[in-house]
């Protein structure tokens, strides 16, 4: 679960509002820049983006080997 980002950093903002999208590249993308800048929310929210993004990596990947 991410943590909500602060009204006043852009970046974060639009990586949060990225990973509520679906658009898990664009969330990891701007929570890498907010957590290049020492941003803990950033640091915290970076790692969960990754995750997702690997299950969903995973999850369409399990359902293009399981077709015939």
Do not use: M, S, W
Not at 45 to 53: E, F, G, S, T, Y
Request: proline letters at 4%; glycine letters at 10%; a positive charge.
């Amino acid at each position: 679960r991410l943590q909500v980002v602060p009204d006043g950093d852009a970046e974060l903002a639009e990586g949060y509002a990225a990973y509520q999208a679906g658009d898990l590249v664009r969330a990891q993308q701007q929570f890498r820049k907010g957590a290049e800048r020492k941003h803990r929310v950033a640091q915290f929210n970076l790692p969960q983006a990754a995750l997702a993004r690997l299950g969903q990596f995973i999850a369409d990947g399990a359902t293009e080997g399981a077709k015939p």
